[in-house]
């Protein structure tokens, strides 16, 4: 009978000494599955695993929702209040362009370097800012969005409270009438992304959705499979609100 050597911490109960070597053995055991899949679909083992390392080295805007123009104009929105309030008073710079929907709930959208942006890149930021926001949620077709410059844009005000993750607009707004929600979500380079419906070409094996019936859980679930990807990295991708494929 083979001898097998395991290494005690003796700094550690026998219990977390046993709990650590069932963590090592999990993560074990989902590599072998990742890596089964690879070879099933005809992927070099060695590639798959650059691929992997590929996708843990995240942007920096990766943190928010994000996309990439097909001018290479970077477009990152807010998940939350906090989000919002970051890209505001640390992320936002004097030549990016901030657009809003014309709604209340909708994230804070920025284009990085926005004011030197072409057409199609105002009009996907304008996708992408509705889409996630709750008109989602309600299930409309189309609504409004507004383009504004930082220097339109206070928290200072006499006589009103501005909450966080909001902000006064002052001056005119350039408008973007009737944009259609609409998303798609597939591969940017390696890694799972949902772009506005505008930019699909730039993704991989894209799928298009729209406002719908479903739940989260039911469309993500349909999406994982179709892409082969992992369903909670799809959930994370999808606005509020139900969804269909379009």
Not at 81 to 92: C, D, F, H, S, W
Not at 132 to 160: C, H, I, N, P
Not at 184 to 212: D, H, M, Q, T, W
Request: proline residues 2%; contains cysteine; hydrophobic residues 40%.
């Amino acid at each position: 009978m083979r001898e097998i050597e395991i290494e005690i911490d003796l700094n550690r109960t026998l219990h977390e000494n046993a709990s650590g070597y069932y963590e090592k053995a999990k993560k074990a055991k989902a590599k072998i599955a990742r890596m089964e899949k690879l070879i099933e679909s005809g992927i070099n083992i060695r590639e798959g695993e650059k691929k992997e390392r590929a996708v843990a080295k995240r942007k920096w805007y990766e943190k928010y929702r994000w996309f990439i123009s097909k001018s290479k104009f970077i477009v990152i929105a807010g998940r939350n209040a906090n989000q919002n309030e970051r890209l505001y008073k640390n992320i936002m710079r004097d030549n990016d362009l901030f657009m809003h929907a014309e709604i209340v709930g909708a994230p804070f959208t920025i284009i990085k370097n926005g004011v030197n942006a072409d057409e199609h890149t105002l009009l996907a930021a304008a996708q992408f800012a509705v889409s996630y926001s709750r008109a989602w949620k309600f299930g409309y077709a189309t609504a409004d969005v507004y383009a504004v410059k930082k220097e339109q844009l206070t928290k200072k005000t006499s006589g009103m409270y501005v909450k966080k993750g909001a902000v006064i607009v002052l001056g005119e707004r350039r408008w973007f009438r009737n944009v259609p929600l609409k998303l798609c979500i597939g591969f940017y380079e390696s890694r799972i992304a949902c772009f506005p419906e505008l930019c699909k070409n730039l993704l991989k094996s894209a799928v298009s959705i729209v406002p719908g019936t479903k739940s989260k859980e039911e469309i993500a679930k349909v999406i994982a499979n179709k892409l082969n990807a992992n369903i909670d990295e799809v959930i994370a991708l999808l606005p509020a609100g139900e969804t269909d494929i379009a």
